[in-house]
């Protein structure tokens, strides 16, 4: 009772009397008269405080502003992301004006929990947007830590797929065309990323020097690493058979112009359905890892060449195989 815990606080004149186990408070006229008008003017303050805030939705365009220009925690976030992030917000907004822990649990709830995936995004990005209410005063500080037992955790293993050099040998075995083939190669070879194949540039690779530059990864990071010869004669080859100028992208669709992600993925499908081996750019990544660290490749050196900030993460990717794990042991004599 609030009054009780005014009494007790001393917020409160009254004169503390024990009544058996209980103690009972004994209050003056003038704390009653006070009580009164505390009482009579709180639902007035709360309505002229509710007035002077305004509802979360209306933060949305600034908040965006602040994570495309790197304001709010001096990291400019991607493209990608920010349009994923906008999406759950926009998703949130549609149903909710404020963000609470409630809404927060209720809209989780909702959410089947085989699509981790889509639970995962939505906490991030409420998560995302809870800071810059917090930074425009709007939003308590402890929100962070409220909403942290709300954080999605697996409760299945991802499904994850790899490409064994097998299979690497049988999608290049596919390959109708010079770019096709430096595809396979480049990603086997690098692990690069989706968009990072997508976004890279002629001038990007160093052909005397037998290196290349991946700018703006994933975080905005930007890194180089080293070409192997088989992935150097893939590069020469096709920018002969393409007369492909020192400048553009590397990789075009049929109208000439830069290649999506979208169409990466397709390309790749059609590959892996014609070589029958289920593959993806992240597959391709994943192989990478697996085969360069069963071969001994050092894995600091992995980690960097993946753009990875965590070398757990890079570990991660290992899909080493449970024969390959047998063998192995018994040369452990």
């Keep these: 009772m609030t009054v009780k815990r005014w009494c007790v606080s001393g917020k409160l004149p009254a004169i503390a009397k024990p009544y058996g186990e209980k103690t009972s408070w004994l209050i003056s006229p003038q704390a009653l008269d006070l009580i009164t008008e505390r009482e009579t003017a709180a639902p007035e303050s709360r309505k002229a405080e509710a007035k002077s805030i305004k509802p979360h939705v209306d933060y949305q365009k600034a908040w965006i502003n602040a994570i495309s220009k790197g304001t709010l925690n001096g990291k400019v ?7 994923d992030y906008s999406h759950y917000i926009e998703l949130y907004c549609s149903k909710h004006l404020m963000v609470t822990f409630d809404n927060l649990r209720r809209d989780l709830n909702a959410i089947p929990v085989a699509h981790f995936a889509k639970r995962e995004h939505y906490y991030k990005a409420v998560l995302c947007f809870s800071r810059f209410l917090i930074l425009e005063n709007v939003l308590e500080k402890s929100f962070i830590e409220v909403i942290k ?13 790899a490409v064994d050099e097998s299979g690497i040998q049988s999608l290049l075995a596919v390959c109708e065309t010079l770019q096709d083939r430096l595809i396979i190669t480049l990603l086997a070879h690098t692990g690069l990323r989706a968009s990072e194949a997508c976004a890279l540039l002629w ?37 002969e058979d393409t007369l492909k100028k020192s400048t553009g ?6 109208d000439g112009h830069p290649m999506n992600r979208n169409g990466l993925y397709q390309r790749l499908e059609r590959l892996g359905i014609k070589a029958k081996v289920k593959v993806s750019p992240h597959a391709l990544r ?3 890892v697996t085969i360069n660290a069963n071969k001994g490749r050092p894995l600091p050196i992995l980690q960097r060449s993946c753009g990875h900030s965590d070398v757990r993460t890079t570990m991660s990717y290992c899909m080493t195989s449970e024969q390959e794990v047998i063998e192995a042991m018994k040369g452990w004599d």
């Design 203 to 239: 001038n990007d690779v160093d052909f005397e020097k037998g290196c290349l530059i991946v700018k703006l990864g994933k975080g905005n990071k930007t890194r180089r690493m080293g070409i192997t010869t088989v992935l150097l004669n893939a590069f020469k080859a096709h920018r």
């Design 149 to 161: 037992p709300l954080y999605p955790k697996r409760h299945l293993p991802p499904k994850r797929q």
């Design 77 to 83: 976030y991607s493209p990608r992301t920010i349009d």
């Design 286 to 288: 994943r192989a990478f």
């Design 249 to 254: 992208h590397v990789f075009t669709n049929r």
